[in-house]
């Protein structure tokens, strides 16, 4: 992890740093040709407040500063319960998931730093992202993850689906 840099649970009061650091992400995806992911204030306050409530939210902490979010969640996720054109690596133990993550432009390494984290936590990790994210799919095969096929939200969106088994 980059020197300064931690990981830890979110704070209700962070709420205001969390969502500018969710529209900055969002600011990204716009500009990488990602239009329809977090449309329409999604992930909004109330998402991130439900998150911190649950001990789901995260922040990472970049020298006093807040530089990403993601929720960590522990299975089961619902959306996950039937895969298509595929199937998960290992359907049988429990699994975290990550979503919502997102960072300000200029927090390098962030994504190694969160997974490096999370899988130091648990070693089956699940997440899914929209087929026009193509920063967040590099991303993921790049730490290591198996594409496994396609889930449905509960909108009836398809997301491509991933996980990590290092157990």
Avoid at 22 to 43: H, K, T
Avoid at 45 to 60: M, N, R
Avoid at 161 to 166: E, S, T, V
Wanted: proline fraction near 5%.
């Amino acid at each position: 992890m980059e020197s300064g840099r931690v990981i830890r649970l979110a704070r209700s009061e962070e709420v205001p740093a969390i969502m500018a650091v969710l529209d900055a992400a969002r600011g990204i995806m716009r500009a990488s040709g990602n239009m329809l992911q977090w449309a329409g204030g999604y992930p909004s306050e109330d998402v991130v407040l439900a998150d911190i409530a649950k001990g789901y939210g995260f922040v990472v902490d970049d020298g006093g500063r807040i530089t990403g979010y993601f929720a960590f969640i522990p299975s089961p996720e619902p959306t996950y319960a039937k895969i298509y054109d595929g199937a998960w690596l290992e359907d049988i133990l429990p699994y975290h998931v990550i979503h919502r993550m997102g960072s300000v432009p200029d927090a390098h390494g962030l994504f190694r730093s969160v997974l490096d984290w999370a899988v130091a936590r648990d070693p089956n990790i699940r997440i899914d992202t929209h087929r026009d994210n193509h920063i967040m799919q590099h991303c993921i095969t790049s730490y290591g993850f198996t594409y496994c096929g396609i889930i449905y939200l509960a909108s009836g969106d398809d997301r491509l689906a991933y996980q990590l088994c290092k157990g």
